[in-house]
């Protein structure tokens, strides 16, 4: 077969699968361009390419799916391949054979490949075919919604519904009972069009502890196809994948032997080219088929870190025509990798989106980070809400879950609401140490890990009092009057005439406020009185802005964030956020109810129940919101009377925007 070279790729993608792929290119000394949409005009990847071509606007359907525009821009700039990252066009067959097409090397599988495992029915049906065996279900082409419903009476409660064209966790629900199987269809087909187009959905029983275990292949142009063993990723929110390890914990050689040759079985069966995935669903000693991915996988770091391999060297050599490197005998497990996965998301809101600036972030230093984020750029309601992957590898999986701990203590992000303290309670926590893992793990743990901040502690308190210190400090930097360089006035030490100076302020956390008064001797000490005890503190400065407390005897070190009127404090693995309080605001102001309905995300309004006079009861739709490919829905906090509507079909809105006013029975 014909090695053709490549000496200059097109990623087509954006964020940190940009920049991993450009990592791995310029290391072979392949030219980088990279494409970005407007609101990406200063991201990281961008200026890290050699090259990079603007080709729409924000949205994704105008920029990063407009597969004829990256074609062209491929061309112009006269790359040799283009590779997809994942997401986006990185499953499309027409795209994949239009890159053939124009001349360019499509760095993954052929259209034909693509377009066999794109439909999950189809799949499904291929492998039953090939005697792979699959969970009960309904993947036909019929799909009428009261024969959907027949279906999901016969597979038996509880059912998933999933769009037949989907990943990512969109277009998915779980439902229980038949009675809400016709509301779940409605909603799920939504996202689906939304998020791929297509609306054709498939019903399967639904298995209440499976683990998702999944099989990374890899085949060349010879016809080679091997494994590179398999990843756990059960733990998931809303059908996504949040934390997944390799290898998986409690396999054995024999279950790893039949998944990897099942896996490879259904390679060779699409004539597959190039990195995929064949996911499973195991449950007791039975696996089962759910879907192949086309493409690399988010979480392919942790089978880099066990072989050793870089899996997108591997994607360009057998792009270019190359056999695989190694066969199936040569490669081997090396110790135990965990990539844990960072979203700009609010579990505390079922996982909502969050978007903003990213103001202030901290990197642990013995880890990987994959990201496409830094401090200052935009996170927007556009694409996908995952800012970065963290993946520590340590000799077994003990090593690696204190490695993760560690790592996760270390890292700090601010400016967006991230999922980051849950990962913090998922990695600390006694049955993710013995690995009882399984897709329900979150909700089964839901009480501890989505449970509310403990109230802050001494320790919290005297760091916040430390940066408040510091903060006024700053503020009034410099003698009042230069004339007198000893005037008392200018000293920012709370000096007084009679009497030790001190300084009161109050803070609020969650429903607890604190009234701490400061006694400040120079700018490294001071003494802290809180609920008429007086504690010493020491600070010492230390790198990157983060300084050393002492009290109590203990030194140890810890980070404070001041955004607006916010202390943010990171110790001991725990962020602690501390509101500085007005002390001529109105007590009544901070308790008043707020009957107010507002958006939990910046989004698109897809449907609004309700009109002004409407009653409305706890728990009721009253919106369907859409946005970074989720759909959600804004109900009813209370029962009452709809006083105000104020949101439209089509209305693109901002988060805390006032959508809907309550008022109880009589008041409206």
């Excluded at 080709?55 to 597969?67: K, Q, T, W």
């Excluded at 980070?559 to 725990?574: P, Y």
């Amino acid at each position: 077969m014909t090695i053709t070279p490549i000496r200059s790729v097109l990623v087509a993608n954006r964020g940190e699968i940009a920049r991993r792929v450009m990592r791995t290119a310029r290391r072979l000394g392949i030219g980088c361009v990279a494409v970005y949409s407007e609101a990406d005009a200063g991201a990281a990847h961008v200026q890290e390419a050699d090259a990079a071509y603007l080709i729409g606007a924000a949205p994704a359907r105008e920029s990063y799916l407009d597969g004829a525009r990256i074609i062209a821009q491929a061309l112009k700039a006269g790359a040799d391949a283009v590779h997809p990252g994942y997401g986006f066009l990185s499953e499309n067959a027409e795209f994949a054979e239009a890159c053939a097409a124009a001349g360019l090397v499509f760095i993954g599988p052929p259209g034909d490949a693509i377009r066999a495992m794109g439909s999950k029915a189809a799949a499904k049906a291929l492998m039953q075919q090939s005697g792979v065996p699959l969970v009960p279900g309904y993947h036909g082409a019929d799909q009428a919604p009261d024969l959907l419903e027949r279906e999901a009476a016969r597979i038996g409660y509880p059912v998933l519904i999933k769009a037949s064209a989907g990943g990512g966790g969109k277009g998915m629900r779980i439902v229980e009972r038949a009675a809400d199987f016709a509301q779940a269809l409605a909603l799920a087909k939504g996202e689906a069009l939304a998020a791929f187009g297509d609306e054709r959905m498939l019903i399967e029983r639904y298995l209440t502890r499976p683990r998702h275990i999944e099989i990374q292949v890899f085949a060349d142009r010879q016809g080679h196809v091997i494994s590179l063993f398999e990843r756990d990723c059960s733990i998931q929110r809303r059908h996504q994948k949040m934390i997944e390890e390799a290898p998986a914990p409690f396999m054995t050689l024999a279950r790893r032997r039949a998944m990897g040759e099942a896996a490879c079985a259904a390679a060779r069966a699409i004539g597959y080219v190039g990195a995929g995935t064949v996911e499973f669903i195991v449950e007791d000693d039975a696996f089962y088929f759910m879907e192949m991915n086309t493409r690399l996988q988010v979480e392919h770091p942790v089978t880099e870190a066990i072989t050793g391999l870089d899996l997108v060297e591997w994607q360009f050599r057998v792009a270019a025509g190359e056999p695989l490197p190694c066969r199936q005998d040569d490669v081997r497990i090396e110790g135990h990798a965990i990539e844990v996965r960072l979203y700009a998301e609010d579990p505390a809101q079922d996982f909502a989106p969050s978007t903003g600036i990213i103001q202030h972030l901290r990197w642990p230093a013995q880890a990987r980070i994959d990201s496409g984020v830094r401090a200052g750029d935009a996170v927007s309601i556009h694409y996908d809400p995952m800012l970065a992957k963290l993946i520590v590898h340590g000799p077994d999986r003990a090593a690696a879950v204190r490695m993760l701990t560690q790592a996760l203590a270390e890292t700090e992000i601010e400016g967006v609401r991230s999922n980051l303290t849950l990962l913090r309670r998922i990695a600390r926590l006694p049955e993710f140490a013995q690995a009882q893992l399984d897709t329900g793990f979150i909700s089964r743990h839901e009480a501890a890990l989505l449970a509310p901040d403990a109230p802050a502690t001494r320790r919290v308190l005297a760091a916040a009092a430390a940066r408040y210190l510091a903060d006024l400090a700053a503020g009034h930097a410099g003698p009042v009057d230069t004339a007198d360089p000893n005037s008392p006035w200018g000293l920012t030490t709370a000096w007084r005439l009679n009497g030790s100076g001190y300084q009161d302020f109050s803070l609020r956390a969650g429903a607890e406020r604190y009234a701490l008064r400061v006694y400040l001797h120079d700018a490294a000490r001071f003494d802290l009185e809180f609920e008429g005890q007086i504690y010493p503190v020491m600070t010492a400065p230390l790198a990157e802005g983060r300084f050393a407390l002492t009290l109590q005897g203990q030194t140890a070190p810890v980070s404070v964030v001041r955004l607006g009127d916010e202390l943010i404090v990171h110790e001991a693995g725990v962020r602690s956020a501390l509101t500085l309080i007005d002390p001529y605001a109105s007590a009544a102001g901070e308790t008043a109810q707020d009957r107010s309905v507002r958006a939990p995300m910046p989004g698109k309004i897809l449907s609004v129940a309700i009109a002004v006079g409407d009653q409305v009861r706890k728990g009721d739709v009253l919106f369907l919101l859409e946005a970074m490919k989720v759909q959600m829905r804004i109900i009813a906090p209370a029962d009452g009377v709809v006083a105000l509507v104020d949101g439209a079909v089509g209305d693109l809105i901002e988060a805390g925007v006032e959508l809907a006013r309550i008022d109880p029975v009589g008041e409206a």
